[in-house]
């Protein structure tokens, strides 16, 4: 279903300087339809943020190509998602072939969003929790994607990074952010690259906003 609205959607992304193709493909894989609320379907393919309920939101597609692109990972990656929302950044990266992590601090949404992945038989690790503190049993990654907006980098998330991998995330204020590509060279040593102009809902937890 609606895959005219997906091919038309992805053509945009590629006009807009999403040049990975295996992000292009992924996102036409994935049915965005089937991450919105039923009363949001109709929209579910134009190139905006929409509600999920529970004060949250799905990104806008652009942000999610222009991410995954970001973290410039290959098929077998192992990639830690901070704020599993919908499910649908996570399912883009699984589609990739990537081995998804993800955590998610709302347990209405991380329930939801559990069933949702299973039903569609789309592997992803699932974890209700705060994010912001990462999640040590599996480090270390070969990408994070921090997909709520912070005040600062996490520590935590820096410190589970592989060496030469890349953590993403949007730090600012909460209504508007600069997408931070941070790549580890070393131990101590991080290059950091910046995307301005991101919206995202806030990162709540222990190295986040606070409630
Ligand atoms: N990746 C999601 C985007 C969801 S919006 C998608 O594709 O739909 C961001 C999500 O981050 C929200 O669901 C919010 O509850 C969650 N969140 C906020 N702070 C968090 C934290 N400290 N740890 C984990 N999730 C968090």
Same mark, same amino acid.
């Given at each position: 279903?609606?895959?005219?609205?997906?091919?038309?959607?992805?053509?945009?992304?590629?006009?807009?300087?999403?040049?990975?193709?295996?992000?292009?493909?992924?996102?036409?894989?994935?049915?965005?339809?089937?991450? *919105?609320? +039923?009363?949001?379907?109709?929209?579910?393919?134009?190139?905006?943020?929409?509600?999920?309920?529970?004060?949250?939101?799905?990104?806008?597609?652009?942000?999610?190509?222009?991410?995954?692109?970001?973290?410039?990972?290959?098929?077998?990656?192992?990639?830690?998602?901070?704020?599993?929302?919908?499910?649908?950044?996570?399912?883009?990266?699984?589609?990739?072939?990537?081995?998804?992590?993800?955590? +998610?601090?709302?347990?209405?949404?991380?329930?939801?969003?559990?069933?949702?992945?299973?039903?569609?038989?789309?592997?992803?690790?699932?974890?209700?929790?705060?994010?912001?503190?990462?999640?040590?049993?599996?480090?270390?990654?070969?990408?994070?994607? *921090?997909?709520?907006?912070?005040?600062?980098?996490?520590?935590?998330?820096?410190?589970?990074?592989?060496?030469?991998?890349?953590?993403?995330?949007? *730090?600012?204020?909460?209504?508007?952010?600069?997408?931070?590509?941070?790549?580890?060279?070393? +131990?101590?040593?991080?290059?950091? +690259?910046?995307? %301005?102009?991101?919206?995202?809902? %806030?990162?709540?937890?222990?190295?986040?906003?606070?409630?």
């Amino acid at each position: 279903m609606y895959e005219n609205e997906r091919k038309q959607l992805i053509a945009k992304l590629s006009q807009s300087g999403i040049k990975d193709i295996s992000v292009l493909k992924a996102m036409f894989n994935v049915e965005r339809h089937l991450f *919105v609320p +039923e009363a949001m379907i109709q929209h579910a393919y134009k190139d905006v943020a929409l509600p999920i309920g529970f004060g949250q939101t799905i990104s806008q597609p652009f942000t999610v190509a222009f991410m995954s692109q970001a973290l410039k990972i290959k098929a077998g990656a192992k990639v830690l998602e901070i704020g599993t929302g919908s499910g649908y950044q996570a399912a883009v990266l699984a589609k990739m072939g990537m081995k998804v992590y993800s955590i +998610e601090r709302q347990f209405d949404i991380y329930q939801m969003t559990l069933k949702l992945l299973d039903e569609l038989q789309i592997r992803v690790f699932c974890k209700w929790g705060d994010g912001t503190i990462g999640w040590d049993e599996f480090a270390p990654y070969d990408a994070i994607i *921090v997909t709520a907006g912070s005040p600062s980098v996490p520590a935590a998330l820096q410190k589970q990074l592989q060496m030469g991998a890349k953590l993403v995330i949007p *730090v600012g204020d909460k209504n508007s952010q600069t997408l931070k590509i941070i790549t580890r060279i070393d +131990e101590s040593n991080f290059d950091v +690259e910046e995307s %301005p102009d991101f919206s995202f809902v %806030p990162l709540i937890g222990r190295e986040g906003w606070k409630e």
